[in-house]
């Protein structure tokens, strides 16, 4: 009988179920539901809808009863850093933040009088940005005091999801390390962090590794989709996730990867963290990461600048089009700053574009050929400067890059990373978050003996496209 995995992987713009099996030695996928996700703007605050996108949770999962493909077990990914606080009945404290929420804003000085930004990455070994967790709940404790220390129990968001399904509590390591709270040494908790920050330690788990078993269905549940299932955990943090399946491309062990899709998240797997003043400089991270290796990588913007062009014109063109009219338009010279803080949640972003080119003296883009040109080369100057900066951190040559993610079909811009960083690029598979999930599931239902072998049937089992540099 055919052993089926689920994986179900929520994004910021939406999610999935998908199902994963093995049939002579080649992984399959089957999306069986999908769901939009956005962010709430209730005018003071950018939230999430945790009801809405549990009640997607269960509809997807009465898709398996109707089709009576019964998952082994299952497993959820999510994006990074957003997080709930649980008070003794259980009940969210306040809102679920968004990430792209400004509330954080100023609360960087408020740290360095607690704990310069040297030894905070020394510590933590995660770059600084305005939207990590830390920052994020001294936001909620200095507006919200009372209610803030009322909280029993701190979950990430897969965390939240798990416990709604089985009512156990349990911590994801790797998604925790991207709260930069977690001593990137110990792989725990900083507990001399958190007193400083005057955090109460006792909501904050002991942290579990992928593939640590949470627990069953409650009988509710079981009520609602017809079944019951184990629940694991697999690297919840969508980014560890998607490494997981960078292929073995049976050619060189000597590569860099560029998880892409609304965000780019582009480094290399090291043993150990990579802390230095240089790396703190140049705004490195150290993210937990499968079998405790470090994904060493810097967060660029990404897709989502693109994502919201294509949005303001109400989808009028598919990204297929879009790269092709950036490409008509290959000469426009106009380049923006992607890691700006105006594009991360502007009113507008084909007006900040705009305003971006105005205020720097370059040509303003006013078609859309031309924002996307903008846009597509901007990311792949991106791409490029952040690799000479992986191997002058490292002091090593790199001779490839594995482009996994939504963002592995965008031809024109796997050309241009291709072109502007003179590296061979891969690109695909592009479920990589799904399939990643499923392989940590597989791996512990020993489909695969080694995460090595796993890699190998990926390579065999998907399509993944080869771009050589020319000029």
């Not at 689920?6 to 539901?33: F, M, P, T, W």
């Not at 009512?167 to 001399?192: L, P």
């Amino acid at each position: 009988m055919k052993n089926y995995y689920l994986a179900i992987d929520i994004g910021a713009s939406g999610g999935r179920h998908i199902l994963g099996s093995v049939k002579n030695d080649k992984l399959q996928l089957k999306e069986i539901y999908r769901f939009e996700n956005k962010i709430i703007n209730n005018k003071e605050n950018l939230c999430w809808d945790t009801i809405y996108l549990f009640q997607q949770i269960i509809e997807g999962l009465k898709i398996c009863k109707q089709i009576n493909k019964i998952p082994t077990t299952m497993a959820i990914d999510t994006w990074a850093v957003d997080y709930v606080l649980l008070n003794k009945n259980n009940e969210i404290l306040g809102k679920t933040y968004s990430y792209r929420d400004h509330r954080t804003k100023n609360m960087d000085k408020k740290l360095e009088h607690i704990i310069s930004s040297e030894n905070l990455y020394k510590k933590t070994g995660i770059q600084k940005q305005m939207f990590n967790t830390v920052y994020q709940l001294m936001a909620f404790k200095e507006k919200f005091p009372e209610l803030f220390d009322t909280a029993e129990t701190f979950l990430m968001l897969p965390d939240y999801f798990n416990f709604l399904l089985t009512g156990i509590k349990k911590s994801e390591y790797t998604n925790a390390t991207s709260t930069q709270i977690v001593n990137s040494s110990t792989r725990d908790w900083d507990w001399e962090l958190i007193e400083k920050l005057k955090f109460n330690k006792k909501i904050f788990l002991p942290l579990d590794l992928p593939e640590t078993t949470v627990g069953n269905f409650k009988q509710e549940i079981i009520n609602q989709v017809g079944f019951d299932c184990k629940v694991i955990m697999t690297a919840s943090h969508d980014t560890a996730s998607a490494v997981i399946s960078v292929p073995e491309t049976n050619e060189i062990n000597s590569s860099i990867y560029i998880s892409s899709g609304t965000w780019s998240l582009m480094g290399i797997e090291t043993d150990i963290p990579i802390s230095t003043k240089e790396s703190m400089n140049l705004n490195f991270s150290n993210e937990g990461g499968y079998l405790y290796k470090f994904r060493f990588l810097k967060n660029i913007m990404g897709l989502w600048i693109i994502q919201s062009v294509r949005n303001e014109i109400n989808k009028q063109f598919s990204f297929s089009e879009l790269c092709k009219m950036a490409e008509s338009k290959k000469n426009f010279s106009s380049r923006i700053n992607v890691n700006d803080s105006c594009f991360l949640s502007p009113k507008n972003m084909i007006n900040e574009i705009q305003f971006y080119c105005e205020k720097t003296g370059q040509p303003i883009p006013h078609s859309i050929a031309e924002i996307s040109s903008v846009v597509y080369h901007s990311l792949s100057d991106s791409y490029s400067k952040t690799a000479t900066e992986i191997e002058k951190i490292t002091n090593k040559k790199y001779e490839q890059i594995n482009i996994i993610g939504g963002g592995s079909h965008a031809d024109y811009l796997n050309q241009l990373t291709a072109n502007k960083t003179g590296k061979t690029v891969y690109a695909g598979p592009s479920e990589a978050s799904s399939l990643g999930n499923i392989i940590v599931q597989m791996i512990k239902n020993k489909e695969f003996s080694t995460l090595k072998e796993a890699k190998k049937s990926i390579y065999k089992s998907f399509e993944i496209r080869k771009y050589i540099p020319s000029n």
